[in-house]
Structures are given as C-alpha cells and as structure tokens.
C-alpha cells in the first residue's frame, strides 16, 4: 500500500510541477525497459569476467564472430578470459539501442564500437558490432538467453566491414 502511494505522490509532484515525460517514464513498461539497458550496459561496460557473466542466463546460447555456437555461460566465460587475455583497455560504448518488451520476454538490438589494444602481437581492435540479445526475466533479473553479434559485410570483397563507411 506504501509503495502505491508513494509512486501516486510521485506522479502528482511530476504532474504539478509540469513535468509530464518524467511522470510517463514511471509505468511499468518504462521500469522493465531501463533494467534491461542496465543489463545491457552491465555486459557491455563490464570491466571483469565475473562482471559481464552476472547478466548471462547460465544455459545461454551465444552466436558470436567465430564459430562454434556457444552453449553455457562456461564456454561464453572462455571466450571472455580470451578477450581479456588478449587485450588490454578494453572499451565498449553501446550507440544505439531498441528494446522490444512482451511479458517476461524482451530484445534488445544495439550497435555498439569496441575499442581495444592488442598484446603480444594480437592486433588492436577497433569495430562497430550488431548485437542481438533475447532476454528474459527470471527471479525478478533479466538475463541474456540468447547473444548474436555480426558485423556488416563489405559485398565487394566478401570482407567483414568492421567500421561503417
């Protein structure tokens, strides 16, 4: 009851105050969408392993770069200790992102540039990436069930085009 009374309150104040967008982005649909950018952005800014895994359900299924598919969190965990290995001022910056919001069940599509240097002769990285994520709400968390990462195709050459043109 507390809690319902609050959230009318607030949503007055927002009101009286002429703040109407700030009053719309309380419903339930705006809370669901901003904990599933916080899960995004979780993963995407995720400066550790342990970090990045805490938004992955332990049963993902994960299309990466480079085949195989990956199925668990302990194989997207070896792809992580790869990267971190790999490279070092690793960055990420999500540029856009849509969700799509049914229930329990929800999408989000980003593009998102991955800045890296390299160690040991691994060159550096520097790329615009599509991610695709399915996520679902278990426990009252949402965790990525599904992962597609692409990148575009340069037609001409066949090649990955790393960096929009």
């Known amino acids: 009851m507390k809690r319902k009374l609050f959230s009318a309150a607030t949503i007055l104040a927002l009101?009286?105050?002429?703040?109407?967008?700030r009053a719309a982005d309380l419903?339930?649909?705006?809370?669901?969408?901003?904990?599933?950018?916080?899960?995004?952005?979780?993963v995407a800014y995720?400066?550790?392993?342990?970090?990045?895994?805490?938004?992955?359900?332990?049963?993902?299924?994960?299309?990466?770069?480079?085949?195989?598919?990956?199925?668990?969190?302990?194989?997207?965990r070896k792809d992580f200790?790869?990267?971190?290995?790999?490279?070092?001022?690793?960055?990420?910056?999500?540029?856009?992102?849509?969700?799509?919001?049914?229930?329990d069940l929800a999408v989000a599509y980003s593009h998102q540039s991955f800045i890296a240097k390299g160690k040991d002769g691994t060159?550096?990285?520097?790329?615009?990436?599509?991610?695709t994520d399915v996520l679902r709400k278990k426990n009252g968390k949402w965790l990525i069930t599904?992962?597609?990462?692409?990148?575009?195709?340069?037609l001409k050459t066949g090649l990955a085009a790393w960096k929009p043109s």
Do not use: W
């Open 15 to 21: 009101c009286l105050s002429g703040n109407l967008a």
């Open 27 to 42: 419903s339930p649909e705006a809370i669901e969408r901003a904990a599933i950018i916080k899960a995004e952005e979780g």
């Open 46 to 76: 995720a400066t550790t392993v342990e970090a990045g895994l805490a938004y992955f359900d332990p049963d993902i299924i994960q299309d990466d770069f480079f085949p195989p598919q990956r199925r668990g969190v302990a194989e997207v």
């Open 81 to 103: 200790d790869v990267y971190m290995a790999n490279y070092s001022d690793f960055r990420a910056k999500i540029l856009d992102i849509t969700v799509d919001l049914q229930g």
């Open 123 to 131: 060159p550096d990285l520097d790329a615009v990436v599509r991610q």
């Open 146 to 154: 599904y992962q597609h990462l692409s990148v575009p195709v340069d």
